[in-house]
């Protein structure tokens, strides 16, 4: 079985200071480790992508995430954050062996407050 | 399209209606993928499609749940004599190849309420 755990619900945080958002995740096979964003009544957009290569991955909008395959961790990082990035973080696995379907996690609620 | 179109964007259904909810992938995309997001939940996959061909229905959660995409283009999820925990956002997505970590569109979702 695998799972992906977000370990905070909501995140409040003041613009223009740093935020980290943590995922965990559990399978017994390789994983390709995502971040998407879901603004509100809106899809998700992707963030970032673990795939292979470099454990520091740089996406979109200054975030950027570090794969740690010791801990099984994927935390997305931003340095200052702005109004605008209050949204709803989902970190997502892929498993590397059959399955096509990526495994979401709860999502994580960052609020960031002038 | 382009994006990833859903319609109806609402949906309110009484308690043993059907329902359609219609996708319209990115124009060309092989892969499309359904999935169900409850209330402050992350999203749950239903179903898998490359083409016409239904790869996947595990994550369909009763044989009241039934998804179609006939000419690998447009993809319909049917939902029979709707019960109330069927409420939630029901999200499509698709993507140009069927490599894995190929990044996914998803559309803007139907918001189904069942009353």
């Known amino acids: 079985a695998q799972s992906v755990t977000q370990l905070d619900s909501q995140v409040p945080v003041f613009e223009e200071a740093p935020v980290e958002l943590r995922c965990n995740y559990s399978?017994?096979?390789?994983?390709?480790l995502f971040w998407y964003v879901q603004y509100p009544n809106q899809g998700l957009q992707l963030l970032l992508k673990?795939?292979?290569?470099?454990?520091l991955v740089k996406g979109i909008n200054g975030f950027e995430a570090e794969f740690n395959k010791s801990q099984t961790s994927f935390h997305l990082r931003k340095p200052s954050v702005h109004i605008s990035d209050t949204a709803e973080y989902f970190c997502?696995?892929?498993?590397?062996?059959?399955?096509?379907?990526?495994?979401f996690g709860s999502g994580t609620r960052l609020l960031v407050r002038p | 399209g382009a994006g990833v179109s859903q319609s109806p964007r609402y949906k309110v259904a009484k308690r043993g209606q059907d329902v359609a909810l219609r996708c319209d992938p990115i124009?060309?995309?092989?892969?499309l993928f359904w999935y169900q997001q409850a209330l402050g939940q992350g999203p749950e996959f239903l179903t898998y499609f490359q083409n016409e061909a239904q790869l996947d229905k595990s994550g369909l959660p009763s044989d009241r749940f039934f998804a179609e995409r006939p000419e690998g283009s447009v993809s319909t999820l049917k939902i029979q004599r709707t019960q109330q925990e069927d409420s939630a956002v029901y999200l499509c997505?698709?993507?140009?190849?069927?490599?894995?970590?190929?990044?996914?569109?998803f559309g803007q979702g139907t918001r189904l309420t069942v009353v």
């Open positions: 997502a696995v892929f498993r590397m062996d059959s399955s096509y379907k990526l495994i």
């Open positions: 124009s060309g995309h092989v892969s």
């Open positions: 399978s017994s096979v390789s994983v390709y």
């Open positions: 673990y795939l292979s290569g470099s454990t």
């Open positions: 997505a698709s993507t140009p190849l069927t490599r894995k970590g190929t990044e996914a569109f």
